[in-house]
Structures are given as structure tokens and as C-alpha cells.
């Protein structure tokens, strides 16, 4: 909680305001019945019309008045609850991708996710319901029980006795609930995955004839889920009635026990009355809706404390951001020397003494199978995690000395996943280099084989790619992230197996193009095929976080075990 | 949606609702008895509080008074008795319809829907969304099924409830009556048309909300390219955006949302100042036969007027929702089904395939295949060629009968597979494709899919030709690891072999193979390409071949761009008429050289 009240602070003095709305506006609720009481008492048995019309004045003033601060406090509250959604909204995001990947990987993506979406609005949601409960359930309880007193202190224990009773009764019932909610829904996503399943094995399915197989399966799933959601649903069906019936029989023994205190003249003579009696009676009914939203909180509250520890957790980690660099291009001259890495958490080391020489100008392959470290070595590569030994420099600089963002502005790389983010193609495509121009993005967009895209759509370049580009195949968001890669003006061009999902056809088309595009600067080429390592000036093979071979194709036929096999596995006898 | 269509659809569903009509009527009854109760008990306690007052309005004179304890008890014990009655029969009342509801009513659709599944075409699976399937399935359905829940709740039980309370309280009082049925449904009225305008801003929250999800989620999962071009700050700079426009428009809309519940507040109170104020002046004038027990009996019908009003426009709401689900559900439930043929048996199961003039599109406006003919002997090796999305998979959706020529024939053995049962069809049919698909449970299940009766020996010895089986000892559990989403010691390649093993095990005499190779390491490459050649041995095989090196012996190579067939031959006359083929097979080597 400590790390979220400071948003909070901001909003002090709208808090505090709403705070004594809330207890204004709430007061009148107490107040109603009072008066009503007075009419009865004071007015009606002696006739006195200007008493009636005066208590009935006052009836109407104070709701109006309360009505005037319920407005007012919806106003601050609305403002309140938007304002602290948004700051905790992005300083989480904020911080997230402040975080180097070592801190990120703690908590994960997903972890991140659910945090800075779920989690804060939940959070938000919350803080203005609890404003809520927090000031006018007292007010109701205390107020309420405080006026029965004032008629009768019998009738008042009572109802201060039916609170603790009531939230007795209810809290296991809603507690209960929350419980079967969960579990219900668990078997509403069993049944959508099977459904799921199902559909995306449609084919093999019925390759294999076995719909009939299929549709029994999730007919029985359909008959256990209706089985929970019947029983939570009936569950919650006795919260209304049972909640009525205990509020009902209260009144009854509210009313039998006014009964007796009334006929007793020494009670009558202190000032016991009729009306306050009927008044007192009312209170129940507004006692019991605050025990009705006391119970509904508490069930929400462990849930909210999970959001609110995730949501700290986050806050509490410590960002690293990235300080921007000058775009200074230092040379394409790539040096790894005696570099050892191990992921944090993990024994075993992922790299262990690579040491790599790369001259400006020169394209270079690493090859290895899946696992091999590869791609770690990009990851230290692009700077997102430093080396536990050994050094690499760019231009003759060692890392250490330019900086991440200098690091980043030298080495531009299309990761293996191909990553396309909503919004145009042209921005996708420009995003590491806003500067260019139209023109350069056809271009590189034509070198990446794109061009038949984008001329098969009107909105051309800016054909709008959805979420994680749904909306496109595995094979067009590696070439938009390769026509990325080279727009951006740097020294060093990495390559992760980013030719993985295009044909041999267009693979060699693009390759040609690429060569031409990027003469004079360096290139690595990061694969599993043999047939794109091949033609490189240099090729390091790498096993098992180690390089096991380096040379021209040619010399590691001859001189590397594990490059002959991969070639022999993939281009058979032929290469 | 027009009136008409809207009028069918409720119809329908009220179709549907028929085998639990009887159990709607005795639950309608049974909500009629809770409503006459609860609308009694505020006559029993005017009653009492005419006793309360009279007695103490003597009393506090000084004059003997005298109160009738007997006959309070007596209509206390009613009350009580009136409260519970009321009570039970609703819990009985919700008892049933839940259980009826969604035993019978919404579980029926769903199974109803699934079993529809079964006899649609693959075409419309391909072309429906499979989040929009399960979410008919789920939300539409369980949005019909509240409906009808509703229906007895509000449309039955809260209209009568509603006019019983008008009845009873104009002969109660016709002037006070008035106040009540004035106020009470103008605080309704008044929230409804806020609640209007601040679902224009909730929609734009939630469309915010979902932006700036689906940006978090693209930051976050692609951290690693944000960071390789320095776009933190340019993503914090989309995020900083989203979330102010969704604070504004969220500030709106909870300001509209958080009015409502003030002004139905004030509206309830001036009914029950007015009765108050009103109900006082009648009694001190002694004004048409009002008593104290009258305000107290007026204030609770008040409050219960207001129950039944609420829900009745909240059905009403809903009930454009409803319709709109319904129509959804019925849409699919209507979808043209797959016709079967049923003239011809099973083929021999030779291995013979021969395509005839196959004409083929996915769409009129642009037709793909022309005039087809290939021929295929027991035995041959059938190759699918060509570049990444130029349509490979077109020749086994036609084989396998998953969509169905436009023109001319296809025959297996000899027999025209349009005259024959699909599932007829595909028995003669193995298929290993790229995408493998394993369902949820034992590796040993999956094994058996194709085969339920297999004795356990065959299972085994399906994974040993598959070169799966060590693999299978090596986990804890063996063959009856379960396969779920969580599985995570199970790599792509060894899902691969464990859907040749299936095939293995089905042991059809032609086969479907779709090379997959991709993000799989070397050395299970090399097994899964040998277990693959294993698999061929001795049957008609069509492979989707991505790696030529693996098909220049194939009987016929057919090579396929931008979804047409445009060469056909072997490998050695492709290469001799020098055209798309050899252009292909040029360029793998050309990167080699």
C-alpha cells in the first residue's frame, strides 16, 4: 500500500472534500426517518399543520442539499478516480520498459502485462468504491444506531446486535461465492479450449473421422459446466432472499419488542413514542444495505491486496533506462573477445569464450541448431545484457565506454520473431529512423520483396497492420522487420533468422538486393540453414554456447564435424 | 435490425423454450405467490403501526389506554409467516430456473451447436474467426439464457407486482398513490437516459482501453526490438496518450455513471417527503380515513415500486442485446450443411488417384485451379512445389474432400469420391501436416487417435518406427504423459514425430506429408526426414516439399504460384523446359554459390 498512496497525493485535497460530501450527503439518509418521526410524534396528533410543513421543509432542504453534495462528490470522485487510473497506468508502463531484461524476465511478460493492464485498473476501480464503503457505512451504522438509542436504547442494542449478526450470516454466503464464481469459469475456459481445439484440428479431425468423438467430449463438458454454473448461480440466488428474510424478521421483533417497551409508562414519560418506534424500524433496512456492501468488500479486498503487492512489486523494482545517445556511427569493424555468459538464475553458461573478429564491410554467418546460443549473442550484441567475461567493442569501442543507446544506434538488428507493432506500414518501417523520407521506405521495402504487397493494397503504405501484425503472415512481418533493419542508418547489420520463413526463390531474390543495399557495411547473418550461411566471407559455427568452427564454407566442409553434418542434413548428398 | 426480423427471432427463441415451458409456468406460479405475499405485508404492518400509534397517542395523555397484545402478536406471527412464505417461494422459484434454464435450455443449444460443427463445411471454419465460434457458443448463448431467466423474474412476476402495488395503494389513497406513481418512475426514466449518455463515453473508454492493452501487450512482447531501435520513449509517448484520452473520456462517463444513483435518490425521497408531508396533513385533519399505519404502509410500497420497474427496463435494455445474441446463434445453427453422398463404398484402397478436368477457386471472382489432370499410380511419390503461400495446400484440401471442386472429377481406385461419404473418402488417408496438432490428453491417446482399438504393442511399436518411443520412456510418466498447453519438455520436432507415429499406427495406404522442418534442430531433422521416407515406403504418398533436395525423385512434381498449378512433370523435365521449377531449383543453389 505504502508505494501506492503517493498517488494518491495529488488528489489530497479533492479526498478530503470528498470525504466530507460523502458524510453529508450520507447523513441525510439517517436523518429522513427522524423527521418522519417528528411529523408523526410532534405534528399529526395535535393537528399542527405549520409543524408538519415545517419538519417536511426541512425533509426537502436536506435532500436537495444532499443531493447537491452527491453530485458534487460524483464530480470530484469521476475526476479522482480517472486521474489516479492514468498516473498508475504510466508510471507502470513507464517503469516496465525502463527495465533492463534481467529485471524484466523476473516478473516476466505476461507477468508485466497483466500488471500494468488488469491489475492498476482494478485498482483504480476500487479506490473509488472503497471511498465509499469506508465513509458511509459508518456513518449509516453509527448514525443509525445512534437516533434508535435516541428513541429507545432497548430498540437501539438490538439493531447495533443485528449488524454483527446479519454480516455474520452473509459474509460465508458471498465469501462462498467468490469461490464457486472461480470455478465456474474454470470450466467455462475448459470448454472453450476444447472447443478451441477442436476447431484448429478440423482437418486431422476429420482426416480421422472422429467429429463424433469430438462433439461427445465437449458435450460432457458442456454438461459439467452447466453443472458449476448451476451451483454458483444458485448460490448467489440466496444471497437477495436470505438477506430479505433476516432484514424482515428484524423488523418484526424490532416492532414486537416496541410493543412491549411502549406500554411501560415510566418509558412513555421519559419520551418513548410511536413515531420513533416506525422511525427505528426504517433503520434496519438502511443498516442492513451497509452490511450488504461491508460483506461484497471484504470478498473483494484479498483480491485486491494481490493486485496491490503485484503492482507494488513492480514499482519497486529498480528501472535502468537508456540514455540517448548522439547517433554517432563508429565503423563497422565487430570484435568479440573471451566473452562468457551465463542468464542470471541459471548455473550453466550460455556463451562460454567466443571470440569473434568481424572486419568492416565483411558479411559474416553464425550457424548453429536451435539452443546453440545463437541468439544470446545478439542479445549481448544489441547491449541487453553485458557479458560476465571478456569484451566486445564496435569500431574499435569497447561497449562499456559508448553507452547502450550509442550501441543501439550502431547495430541495427532484425530479430527473430519479426516484430510488427499496430499502426501503418510506413511507420512500422520508419520507426528506427523517423526521418526518412516516403521514397526510402519503398525502397527498402522493395529490396525486402515487399513491393507486391503494398501495390496489392489501396492504402499502399499506409495499409493499416493490427496487433502484432494479425493481420499478415509470419513471412511479411519478417520482411517488413528486415526492411526496418536496414532504413536505420548504422554500422553493423544483424540478421536473426530472419530469411527462416521465405522460400529459396525469394530469399535469393532479396539477398541480392541486400548485398547492393548495404555494400561497405557489415553484415551477420544469424541461421540454421545451411544454404544461407554458404556464400558468406565468414562463417562461425557455433554448438552448445561454444564456436566449434570458423572459416569459408569450403575450409569447414573440411576442418568442422558438426557444419558437415548440418549441411549434409539439410542439402543432402548434392553439396 | 428490423421489427420484423426482431419479431421472428423472439418467436424462436420462444420456440426453444418449449421443453421447459412447463417448468416456466409452475416457476411463474410459484414468483405469483411470493409477489401476493410480499405485497400483503405492508397492510399487516399499518395495521401494527395504527395499534403502536393509537395506544401511545392515548397514553402519552395520561388517560388509560389499552393495547391488545393478543391480536399485535397475532399479526406479528402473520408478518413473520407472510415474510418467510415470500421468501421460500422466491428461493424456489430461482431454484428451478436455474437448474432448468441451464440444463435444458442453454446446455441444449450449446450441445445443439456442437453438434452443428460436425456437419459444417471446413470452409466455414476457415473463414469464421475461432474466437467468434466459442463466443457464440458462450456469450451469445449464456446472454439467452438470462434472458429467459429474466422473463419470469420481470417480464411475469414484475409486471404483476407492479400493478398489484398500483391497485392496492389507489385504494389505499388515491392522492398519495399519485405522489408515488409520479416520482418513483421519474427517477427511472431520468437514469435512464443518463446511463445513455455515459455508455457514448464507455464506449470510447473501452475502445481506449483495449488500444492501449494491445500497445502494452506489443511493447512487452517485443521488448526486445523497442529496445534494439531506442523507442522506449516513443512508446511511452503512444501510452501517455492513450491514457489521457482514456482519463478524460472515463471521467465523463463516471461522472454521468456516478449522477444516476444521486438523482434516483432524490426522486425516491421526494415520493417519501411527499407521502411524509402529505399522509401527516391527512391524519392531523383527519382527511380521508388516513392513518399513521397508512404513511408507514405507503413509504414500503413506495420502496417496492421501484424493484420491478428497474428490472423491467433493464430487461427491456437487454433485450436488443438478446436478440442480437440470438440472431448470431441461430445464424450458425442455420449454416448450410455438408451434404453426403452415399452411392459408392469405401475405395480398395490401391492407392490409385487420378484428378479429371479439376476445376477449383475459393472465390468465383478468381479461379485458381483450371482444368486439372493428374494421375497418380499405387505407389507414386506425388511432390507439391513452390513458394511460401502460393497455395500447395489447395491439392489436399481437394484430396482429403475438405472443399469441393467447382468442375470435373476426382477418383480414388477407380471410384468417384463425390459419390461416396467423406469420411468414406478419407479412411484410405494418413496426414502429417506442418501445423501439428495433438489434442489434450496421453501421448498414448494421441498416438491411438486415428486407431481407438489398436492393442497397446501396436502403439508401441508405431512410436519405435517413428523413432519417438525412447523419447516417450524418457519422461516420468511415459505414454501416459499428458499433452496439454502447459506442456513444455515436449520441442516441435518430437510433436512432429508423434504425429507420424499416428500415422504409422493408422497405416492407410496413401498419404498426405507436409514437410515440416522449420525451428527444428539439425539431428531432428535429419530423423523426422528419415522416419518421413520410412513412412512413404510402399504408398501413394503427396508431399508439400519445401527443400527440393528431398523430392527430384518424386513420380510427378506439381509446381504450384500464386495458387494456380503451373507446371507439372518430373524433375527432369521441369528442369528441361527450363521455367518457373528450375527456377526455383537454380536459386537454392544459387545461394550456395
Known amino acids: 500500500m505504502k508505494k501506492i498512496f503517493p498517488f494518491l497525493k495529488p488528489y489530497r485535497k479533492d479526498l478530503i472534500l470528498m470525504a466530507v460530501l460523502c458524510v453529508i450527503s450520507t447523513l441525510e439518509g439517517v436523518f429522513l426517518p427522524y423527521l418522519m418521526s417528528r411529523i408523526v410524534d410532534e405534528g399529526i396528533p395535535t393537528g399542527n399543520m405549520p409543524v408538519i410543513l415545517k419538519y417536511g421543509g426541512m425533509m426537502l432542504a436536506l435532500a436537495v442539499c444532499s443531493m447537491l453534495c452527491a453530485l458534487l462528490n460524483s464530480a470530484l470522485n469521476a475526476r479522482v478516480s480517472a486521474g489516479f487510473s492514468h498516473d498508475l497506468t504510466r508510471s507502470i508502463f513507464k517503469k516496465a520498459t525502463g527495465l533492463s531484461f534481467e529485471t524484466f524476465s523476473k516478473i516476466g511478460t505476461a507477468g508485466l502485462l497483466t500488471r500494468s493492464t488488469h491489475d492498476v485498473s482494478t485498482i483504480s476501480e476500487a479506490s473509488s468504491m472503497f471511498v465509499n464503503v469506508v465513509i458511509v457505512v459508518p456513518i449509516l451504522m453509527i448514525g443509525g444506531a445512534v437516533f434508535a438509542m435516541m428513541s429507545d436504547p432497548v430498540l437501539g442494542v438490538v439493531l447495533l446486535a443485528a449488524i454483527p449478526l446479519t454480516f455474520l450470516i452473509l459474509f460465508p454466503i458471498v465469501k462462498n461465492l467468490d469461490k464457486l464464481w472461480k470455478l465456474s469459469d474454470e470450466y467455462i475456459d475448459e470448454q472453450n479450449r476444447l472447443m478451441r481445439e477442436r476447431l484448429s484440428g478440423i482437418r486431422v479431425i476429420r482426416a480421422f473421422d472422429k467429429e463424433a468423438h469430438e462433439h461427445k467430449r465437449i458435450a460432457f463438458a458442456t454438461e459439467e459446466m452447466a453443472k458449476y454454473i448451476i451451483r454458483a448461480n444458485v448460490h448467489a440466488g440466496y444471497v437477495n432472499p436470505l438477506c430479505m428474510l433476516v432484514l424482515n424478521l428484524a423488523t418484526v421483533g424490532m416492532l414486537l419488542i416496541g410493543a412491549q417497551r411502549i406500554q411501560d409508562p415510566e418509558l412513555l414519560a421519559k419520551g418513548l413514542t410511536a413515531g420513533g418506534i416506525i422511525a427505528t424500524v426504517q433503520y434496519i433496512a438502511l443498516i442492513l444495505n451497509g452490511v450488504m456492501m461491508l460483506s461484497w468488500t471484504f470478498v473483494f479486498l484479498p483480491h485486491l491486496k494481490v493486485c496491490v503487492n503485484r503492482v507494488t512489486e513492480v514499482l519497486d523494482l529498480r528501472d535502468d533506462p537508456v540514455e540517448p545517445g548522439d547517433g554517432t556511427l563508429y565503423g563497422g569493424d565487430v570484435s568479440i573477445k573471451g566473452v562468457s555468459f551465463s542468464y542470471p538464475d541459471s548455473e550453466i553458461n550460455a556463451l562460454s569464450d567466443i571470440d569473434i573478429e568481424i572486419k568492416a564491410g565483411e558479411t559474416a554467418a553464425l550457424i548453429g541448431g536451435t539452443g546453440s546460443g545463437k541468439s544470446t549473442l545478439l542479445k549481448l550484441l544489441l547491449a541487453f545484457y553485458p557479458p560476465n567475461t571478456g569484451s566486445i567493442s564496435i569500431g574499435g569501442r569497447p561497449y562499456e565506454q559508448i553507452g547502450r543507446a550509442a550501441v543501439r544506434d550502431n547495430v541495427s538488428a532484425a530479430l527473430q520473431k519479426g516484430m510488427v507493432f499496430e499502426g501503418s506500414l510506413l511507420d512500422n518501417v520508419r520507426m528506427g529512423y523517423p526521418k526518412a523520407s516516403e521514397d526510402d521506405v519503398k525502397t527498402v521495402l522493395d529490396i525486402a520483396q515487399m513491393t507486391e504487397f503494398v501495390d496489392s493494397h489501396e492504402e499502399g503504405l499506409n495499409y493499416h497492420l493490427s496487433q502484432s501484425g494479425a493481420n499478415i503472415s509470419g513471412g511479411q512481418k519478417q520482411r517488413i522487420s528486415i526492411a526496418r533493419t536496414i532504413l536505420k542508418p548504422a554500422s553493423v547489420y544483424v540478421f536473426d533468422d530472419s530469411f527462416s520463413a521465405l522460400d529459396y526463390l525469394t530469399e535469393s531474390k532479396l539477398r541480392k538486393a541486400l548485398n547492393r543495399r548495404l555494400t561497405g557495411k557489415t553484415q551477420i547473418i544469424i541461421t540454421q540453414r545451411a544454404a544461407t550461411a554458404m556464400r558468406c566471407d565468414r562463417i562461425f559455427v557455433i554448438e552448445q554456447g561454444r564456436i566449434v568452427g570458423s572459416g569459408t564454407h569450403e575450409e569447414l566442409l573440411k576442418s568442422c564435424t558438426v557444419y558437415r553434418e548440418i549441411v549434409h542434413s539439410q542439402l543432402g548428398g548434392e553439396a | ?593
Open chain 2, 1 to 593: 435490425m428490423n421489427k420484423k426480423s426482431s419479431k421472428a427471432t423472439i418467436l424462436r427463441i420462444l420456440k426453444d423454450t418449449k421443453p421447459i415451458a412447463g417448468w416456466l409456468a409452475v416457476s411463474a406460479l410459484i414468483s405469483l405467490i411470493s409477489v401476493a405475499l410480499a405485497l400483503a405485508t405492508p397492510e399487516i404492518l399499518k395495521s401494527l403501526s395504527d395499534r403502536l400509534y393509537a395506544y401511545w397517542d392515548t397514553a402519552r395523555t395520561g388517560a388509560k389506554a389499552v393495547f391488545d397484545n393478543a391480536a399485535f402478536r397475532k399479526e406479528s406471527v402473520w408478518l413473520a409467516a407472510a415474510y418467510a412464505g415470500s421468501s421460500l417461494a422466491s428461493v424456489f422459484e430461482m431454484l428451478i430456473m436455474n437448474n432448468v434454464v441451464s440444463k435444458h435450455f442453454t446446455c441444449a443449444i450449446r450441445i445443439r451447436m456442437s453438434d452443428k460443427v460436425r456437419r459444417l463445411p471446413v470452409r466455414y471454419i476457415d473463414h469464421t474467426p475461432n474466437g467468434e465460434i466459442i463466443s457464440h457458443m458462450t456469450d451469445d448463448v449464456s446472454m439467452l439464457g438470462t434472458t429467459v431467466h429474466n422473463f419470469i423474474d420481470t417480464m411475469i412476476s414484475g409486471f404483476i407486482k407492479l400493478l398489484g402495488i398500483i391497485v392496492l395503494i389507489f385504494l389505499l389513497n388515491p392522492i398519495l398513490a399519485a405522489a408515488v406513481v409520479v416520482f418513483v418512475p421519474l427517477s427511472l426514466f431520468l437514469s435512464a437516459k443518463i446511463a445513455g449518455k455515459s455508455e457514448k463515453y464507455y464506449v470510447e473508454v473501452r475502445k481506449r482501453n483495449g488500444q492501449l492493452y494491445a500497445l502494452t501487450e506489443e511493447t512487452f512482447t517485443g521488448l526486445d526490438t523497442v529496445k534494439a531501435y531506442n523507442l522506449e520513449s516513443r512508446q511511452c509517448e503512444r501510452q501517455a496518450e492513450l491514457c489521457g484520452q482514456m482519463r478524460d473520456a472515463a471521467r465523463k462517463g463516471n461522472f454521468l455513471a456516478a449522477i444516476v444513483q444521486p438523482i434516483v435518490a432524490l426522486s425516491n425521497n421526494i415520493a417519501y417527503i411527499a407521502i411524509c408531508i402529505l399522509g401527516g396533513l391527512f391524519v392531523a385533519n383527519n382527511l380521508f380515513g388516513v392513518s399513521v399505519g397508512t404513511i408507514v404502509a405507503f413509504i414500503l410500497y413506495a420502496r417496492m415500486f421501484a424493484g420491478p420497474l428497474e428490472s423491467i427496463a433493464q430487461g427491456f435494455s437487454m433485450l436488443q442485446h438478446t436478440i442480437a445474441s440470438a440472431e448470431r446463434v441461430y445464424r450458425m445453427l442455420d449454416e448450410e450443411e455438408m451434404t453426403e453422398a452415399t452411392e459408392e463404398s469405401a475405395p480398395k484402397g490401391e492407392g490409385n488417384v487420378d484428378f479429371e478436368n479439376v476445376d477449383f477457386s475459393y472465390d468465383p471472382k478468381q479461379p485458381l485451379i483450371e482444368g486439372l489432370n493428374v494421375h497418380v499410380r499405387a505407389g507414386e511419390k506425388v511432390a507439391i512445389v513452390g513458394p511460401t503461400g502460393g497455395g500447395k495446400t489447395t491439392i489436399v484440401n481437394l484430396l482429403m474432400r475438405f472443399y469441393d471442386v467447382d468442375g470435373g472429377h476426382i477418383y480414388v481406385d477407380g471410384k468417384d469420391v463425390y459419390r461416396m461419404p467423406r469420411a468414406a473418402l478419407r479412411s484410405v488417408f494418413s496426414m502429417v501436416l506442418q501445423d501439428t496438432w495433438l489434442f489434450s490428453g496421453t501421448i498414448y491417446d494421441n498416438i491411438a487417435y486415428g486407431r481407438p482399438d489398436a492393442t497397446e504393442e501396436e502403439v508401441i511399436e508405431a512410436a519405435k518406427r517413428a523413432h519417438v518411443d525412447r523419447f516417450i520412456r524418457s519422461l516420468p510418466d511415459g505414454y501416459q504423459t499428458v499433452i496439454n498447453e502447459e506442456t513444455t519438455n515436449i520441442s516441435g520436432g518430437q510433436k512432429q514425430l508423434l504425429t507420424i507415429a499416428r500415422a504409422y499406427l493408422a497405416n492407410r495406404p496413401i498419404l498426405i506429408l507436409d514437410e515440416a522442418t522449420s525451428n527444428v534442430d539439425t539431428r531432428t531433422e535429419i530423423l523426422i526426414q528419415r522416419t518421413m521416407d520410412d513412412l512413404m515406403k510402399g504408398r501413394t504418398s503427396f508431399v508439400i516439399a519445401h527443400r527440393l533436395s528431398t523430392i527430384v525423385d518424386a513420380d510427378t512434381i506439381l509446381v504450384v504460384n500464386h495458387g494456380h498449378i503451373v507446371e507439372q512433370g518430373t524433375h527432369k523435365e521441369l528442369l528441361e523446359q527450363n521455367g518457373f521449377y528450375a527456377e526455383i531449383y537454380r536459386s537454392q543453389y544459387e545461394l550456395l554459390n
